[in-house]
């Protein structure tokens, strides 16, 4: 037979025989099945034990030292089974220490089967009830468990009566803590002063609680503060269960307020926002820096190549000499800033080569001896095996520069410098952490000191331009952003751990490679050739100021050059020219054709003519343009006149 079509399960406890009797006949002819009778409490704890029944009917007054009363509470806490109370005595003392216990109901002797039916199906009814809504908490409490999200209770006087796992992991809170009791004020943000307006006048709570009050307003973001003092991010959405008949009023002083929130743990995605958006806007930063670069980068171009030109024809004694000395050295330096602010915005032309870090450090080794100087001890360590990175050459030792720099004026009374390489693979977990980073294997370059550290903020805004601790006289803001924007053109990464008074690290990751490679060496190392300016150059730049600038240097040199306003120019009279044409120098964007296919076609009547390719745009436009190409001779505008005749030498020399 079904449970459903089971009779309902009667224990009677009742000490008097015949009562009992009587009461068990009635029940059967109702069509009950009486399972036990027991005439004392503690054999009715036992009876319930070992049978289970669906009900049981308890009369108050028993025989030997446990009552009706005492045995009704163990049995319903115990067993959760449903008790009516039968009792000859209209005592209303008694009846409230019954009440207690919250009886399903109850029967004054005497009372016909009309009223003990009644008084059962009413108790069986509430019983069903009750047991369907444990199993319903029991199994929404069991979901509660898994999820991944905080799940809190909170009452009128903002205890947390409930926490499922989560709850504990996100706010650390152990067993022992919850059940010594919580307010739910240890973790919101609320000041301390508020908290005795809250206590004392209820009337008010809905305006000094206000942190509290938003949890009943929708989803709402607060910051949380763990019991080991360590702060999180969440979304708290809510249900509330009010007291009272205006059930869309949330108060907090009502005793039956009970408040479920749902935490989310936003705290990773905050520091991704944030990253983002520091990551955003240094990015805009750069293209600042790349929209203005081109123009500024000739005028600038024009201004340097002039003053060098003149100084160069000028005794040192002339009156004017000075002025364009200064006029020379401001341009310097507005053409080194115009390059820090475009390696910051990653916008540098970049000449990719085979480089072992660990050369790079060891070529570089006596200048950042003499940088750092005779008080800072310099400690290299470098890792067994080459440290091979695809990279500009330069812009690594710019990097080792820039850091180094930093870590000395960091440590004025002294104190120690490490630099060190080694390998490392950098995993999901890592690269999940940090919005521009790809898992996989990595060079890292180490350059601690032992100086005055930063603290949080100051770390935070390191790596923006013009920024700087240092005075104006000292620091221009642009060092260590340059060093960013320098690693992220490499698809690279750098951290950076610090706390006041105990020094700086900062750990600079680039893709490694292990494959066979020719590795190039830093300049310094590489043994420089001579020659005389006595070749052929032909001079492609859509800008008069620009190509009279450049043919002038060339000329003074002793080259002999030729010169196009435009690219078809210039393929006709490299075709109408029938000596050596050793070089073309030529603007890589021009109307037409670009510098690249000017080369292609002069190559078709002089193969053996080797070019130098200039641009004052940012590598971002020329890449769209499709014209950078790895093993093409590239020089960044503006250049000085002694960088531009270094370049053509070189590759002239080669040539021959």
């Known amino acids: 037979m079904s449970k459903s079509m089971e009779k309902p399960c009667i224990m009677v406890v009742e000490d008097e025989f015949i009562v009992a ?8 002819h109702m069509g009950y099945a009486v399972c036990a009778h027991a005439d004392s ?9 070992e049978n289970q029944p669906d009900l049981v009917i308890m009369d108050i007054v028993l025989k030997g030292e446990m009552d009706g009363i005492q045995a009704a509470g163990q049995i319903h806490e115990r067993f959760q089974i449903p008790v009516i109370f039968l009792t000859a005595f209209g005592n209303q003392a008694l009846l409230d220490r019954a009440k207690s216990i919250e009886p399903f109901g109850y029967l004054i002797k005497p009372f016909n089967e009309g009223e003990l039916h009644s008084a059962l199906e009413i108790g069986l009814y509430k019983a069903a009830m009750e047991k369907k809504l444990r199993l319903s908490e029991k199994r929404f409490k069991a979901m509660a468990e898994l999820l991944p999200t905080g799940i809190l209770e909170i009452d009128h006087d903002f205890r947390i009566t409930y926490m499922n796992s989560s709850a504990f992991k996100m706010l650390g809170v152990s067993q022992v803590q919850f059940e010594e009791g919580i307010d739910v004020r240890d973790f919101l943000q609320i000041e301390e002063h508020e908290f005795p307006l809250v206590d004392e006048h209820a009337e008010d709570r809905d305006e000094y609680g206000a942190p509290l009050l ?11 503060q763990r019991k080991d003092g360590s702060s999180i991010e969440v979304i708290a959405d809510s249900a509330v269960m009010p007291a009272g008949e205006n059930k869309a009023v949330l108060r907090l002083g009502e005793e039956s307020t009970r408040i479920l929130v749902n935490l989310t743990d936003i705290t990773q995605i905050k520091k991704l926002e944030f990253q983002l958006h520091q990551s955003q806007k240094m990015e805009a930063i750069g293209r600042l820096a790349g929209g203005i670069a081109h123009d500024f980068n000739n005028i600038l171009y024009v201004i340097l190549g002039y003053s060098e030109l003149m100084m160069g024809n000028m005794a040192k004694n002339h009156p004017h000499y000075e002025g364009l000395r200064e006029i020379f050295t401001a341009s310097e330096r507005a053409r080194l800033l115009v390059k820090q602010l475009m390696a910051f915005g990653r916008k540098q032309v970049l000449n990719i080569n085979w480089v072992d870090i660990n050369q790079v450090i060891r070529d570089f080794e006596k200048l950042l001896g003499r940088v750092i100087g005779e008080d800072i001890e310099l400690k290299i360590h470098l890792m067994q095996n080459p440290a091979v990175v695809k990279a500009d050459i330069t812009q690594i030792e710019q990097i080792l520069m820039n850091l180094v720099v930093n870590a000395r004026d960091a ?19 890592f690269a999940s952490a940090r919005s521009e980073v790809t898992p996989g294997d990595y060079i890292m370059i180490v350059v601690a000191d032992t100086g005055t550290g930063m603290d949080k903020e100051t770390i935070e805004k390191i790596f923006e331009p013009f920024f700087t601790t240092k005075s104006k006289e000292v620091g221009t803001g642009l060092g260590l952003s340059t060093v960013y924007g320098i690693i992220k053109q490499h698809d690279g990464h750098i951290d950076v751990y610090s706390e006041p008074g105990r020094g ?57 050059v030729f010169e196009a306003l435009n690219a ?3 393929v006709r009279r490299a075709q109408n020219y029938k000596g050596k044409l050793h070089l073309l120098l030529t603007d890589v964007i021009m109307p037409g054709m670009k510098g690249p296919e000017v080369y292609q076609r002069i190559r078709e009547f002089h193969p053996e003519t080797r070019a130098l390719f200039m641009s004052g745009y940012t590598a971002d436009v020329i890449t769209r343009h499709g014209v950078l190409k790895e093993g093409l001779q590239f020089i960044q505008k ?19």
């Open 21 to 28: 009797q009587d009461l068990i006949a009635s029940l059967t």
């Open 41 to 49: 409490g503690e054999k009715a704890i036992q009876q319930a034990e």
């Open 214 to 224: 938003r949890l009943g307003k929708g989803p709402a973001e607060f910051r949380l």
């Open 411 to 429: 440590m004025p009374d002294g104190g120690t410098l490490t630099i060190q390489t080694g390998t490392v693979e950098l995993d999901g977990s």
């Open 504 to 560: 700086s690290v900062f750990k600079i990751y680039l893709p490694s490679f292990t494959e066979d490679v020719c590795i190039v060496e830093s300049e310094s190392a590489v043994p420089s050739k001579s020659m005389e300016g006595s070749a052929t150059v032909l001079v492609v730049e859509d800008d008069p100021s620009v190509l009279r600038m450049t043919c002038k240097i060339l000329v003074e040199k002793g080259y002999r």
């Open 568 to 570: 078809d120019d210039a």
């Open 638 to 656: 503006p250049f000085s006149a002694k960088a531009l005749l270094a370049k053509i030498e070189h590759l002239i020399t080669e040539s021959l």
